[in-house]
Nanobody
Framework: QVQLVESGGGFVQAGGSMRLSCAAT????????MGWFRQSLGKDREFVAD????????VYADSVKGRFTISRDNAKNTVYLQMNSLKPEDTAVYYC?????????????????WGQGTQVTVSS
């Protein structure tokens, strides 16, 4: 089992920045990929970004490319999501996720473990 705990959410004005962290504990050596999803009110959970833990290869949703950066610190078993130029439409609960196998389609069902989520609210 892998446990994930997110931190760093809160309120920010449009154009601002925020960094989310996700600390993994448990059988972290079994995971290949960690990522971030988000879910806003009344919408489905959507992919934001993921990172291969061994290679550092990253994948981003088109909506966040150029604004968000995912990174990892393998020594700390922690993944970060640096969010810049935030927009009101980025408001959502952000979830950290871990996959045992490298995701192909970046869909939520490809990820095996989930954090509880952290709220990010961007005001206009």
């Amino acid at each position: 089992q892998v446990q994930l705990v997110e931190s760093g959410g809160g309120f920010v004005q449009a154009g601002g920045s925020m960094r989310l962290s996700c600390a993994a504990t448990g059988r972290t050596s079994s995971t290949s990929t960690m990522g971030w999803f988000r879910q806003s009110l009344g919408k489905d959970r959507e992919f934001v970004a993921d990172i291969r833990l061994s290679s550092g290869l990253t994948v981003y949703a088109d909506s966040v490319k150029g604004r968000f950066t995912i990174s990892r610190d393998n020594a700390k078993n922690t993944v970060y999501l640096q969010m810049n130029s935030l927009k009101p439409e980025d408001t959502a609960v952000y979830y950290c996720a871990a996959a045992l196998r490298s995701p192909i389609l970046a869909r939520s069902y490809e990820f095996n473990y989930w954090g509880q989520g952290t709220q990010v609210t961007v005001s206009s």
